[in-house]
């Protein structure tokens, strides 16, 4: 007699037919669990192998808490209870940056809102005490309508300056262009009310456009605008595709920026995302960072990985949390300075504590004195602080150039 699908489900093992002595096949390792027969399961296995929901995620967070614990277990070959290193590190960090791009928020710089004329009209040039050059300052005509001339000149010729695309850099500066006019008529008329100047009419005339100009570059190569193709960037150590490749990057950086000026959050949110990726190069550079520093010690590379990943892993649980709790600070915004203390002191503190960890964790891993541990953990964070760094521009200019 044939035994049933079941029982040779609860004795054998489906995929080579091994006797079962457990809940997993002792020789190619299968859960003796269907999938297919239980819905449980089957959300289980999707999830296991990111996220491991067997407890361990939360031992391990636990375990990692305390500075250098998590390492030196790993390290011992106490394996099993806890999450492998490199596993954790990639779901904090694609979790962190994940909370990044919707709790922080990098909107566009709001100027001061100018005061109105006297004729309750929006003052569009700036604030006069702001300025430190003001019409009201002049007791003369002649000396309000020699500054209104420089004042326009200096606009004018600015607004000849602007690289292709900002068009609303212009149009702000067409407002001031109409505004300055506005303002010294104004004066001039405080001054002498029937002085000749008032019946000609303003070299600009307000409501009209102002003459087209050549548009400019941010770049200027030869005392000429940059141009891709006409005008390009020459880097003679670079070969001719090399340099063909710079300035088509350059220029669709110059091309993206008015957007990344209009919608920052936009190049915030992208940038933040990339940052995970940005780790991935970072986590084995400072790895080799750390076996330069402890050759005397004789372990391997990837030892050293073990550590450098934890280390890394820790900074992304403390950023999730700095991004939760201003996430929380965010909820209960209030224009009072007292009313953010709190959330802002949480964060600085968790800041602080992030360097604190690092140093305790080496001295507890690398088992050094702390004098020499202090130095070498102020060698490596000099060293890679500058790589981050390097590679923040790195990712700043990258994401600009795909934004």
């Known amino acids: 007699m044939t035994p049933s699908h079941d029982a040779v489900h609860a004795s054998a093992c489906e995929n080579c037919q091994t006797p079962l002595q457990g809940g997993f096949c002792h020789v190619c390792?299968?859960?003796?669990?269907?999938?297919?027969?239980?819905?449980?399961?089957?959300?289980?296995?999707?999830?296991?192998?990111?996220?491991h929901l067997d407890g361990r995620i939360f031992r391990t967070l636990r375990t990692l808490l305390s500075p250098g614990r998590l390492a030196n277990a790993y390290l011992a070959g106490h394996r099993a209870p806890y999450v492998a290193p490199l596993r954790l590190f990639v779901i904090l960090s694609v979790l962190t940056f994940f909370v990044a791009q919707l709790t922080l928020h990098f909107g566009e710089v709001k100027l001061p809102e100018p005061p109105p004329t006297e004729d309750g009209k929006a003052n569009l040039v700036a604030a006069p005490?702001?300025?430190?050059?003001?019409?009201?300052k002049q007791t003369t005509v002649d000396a309000v309508i020699k500054e209104r001339d420089q004042m326009l000149e200096g606009l004018v010729a600015a607004r000849t300056t602007l690289p292709p695309g900002l068009g609303f850099v212009r149009e702000r500066m067409d407002q001031?262009?109409?505004?300055?006019?506005?303002l010294a008529r104004e004066r001039i008329?405080?001054?002498?009310p029937d002085h000749p100047v008032l019946a000609q009419p303003d070299r600009y005339p307000e409501g009209q456009p102002l003459p087209e100009v050549p548009e400019g570059s941010l770049i200027s190569i030869g005392g000429k605008p940059f141009d891709a193709e006409t005008n390009p960037v020459r880097i003679d150590w670079l070969p001719d595709f090399a340099n063909r490749w710079f300035n088509k990057k350059l220029a669709r950086a110059e091309k993206n920026a008015p957007r990344v000026t209009q919608e920052p959050e936009l190049f915030f949110t992208r940038l933040i995302g990339s940052v995970p990726s940005a780790l991935f190069v970072l986590v084995p550079v400072f790895a080799?960072?750390?076996?330069?520093?402890?050759?005397?010690?004789?372990?391997?590379?990837l030892e050293h990985l073990v550590v450098a990943l934890y280390s890394h892993a820790y900074l992304c649980l403390c950023f999730l949390a700095i991004c939760l709790v201003q996430a929380i600070g965010n909820l209960f915004a209030s224009d009072s300075f007292g009313a953010a203390i709190p959330h802002r002191a949480v964060i600085i503190g968790l800041l602080a504590w992030m360097g604190v960890y690092l140093l305790w964790m080496q001295q507890r891993v690398y088992r050094q004195h702390w004098i020499i541990t202090l130095l070498k953990f102020s060698v490596l964070g000099a060293l890679y602080f500058m790589m981050l760094i390097t590679a923040l521009i790195s990712l700043v200019l990258t994401t600009w150039v795909n934004t």
């Open 288 to 301: 080799l960072l750390l076996k330069f520093a402890y050759i005397e010690t004789r372990r391997v590379y």
């Open 189 to 192: 008329a405080q001054l002498q």
């Open 129 to 136: 005490d702001e300025s430190g050059i003001t019409f009201s």
């Open 176 to 182: 001031n262009i109409f505004a300055t006019q506005r």
């Open 29 to 51: 390792g299968q859960n003796a669990h269907n999938p297919l027969r239980s819905f449980g399961h089957a959300v289980e296995e999707v999830f296991e192998s990111f996220w």
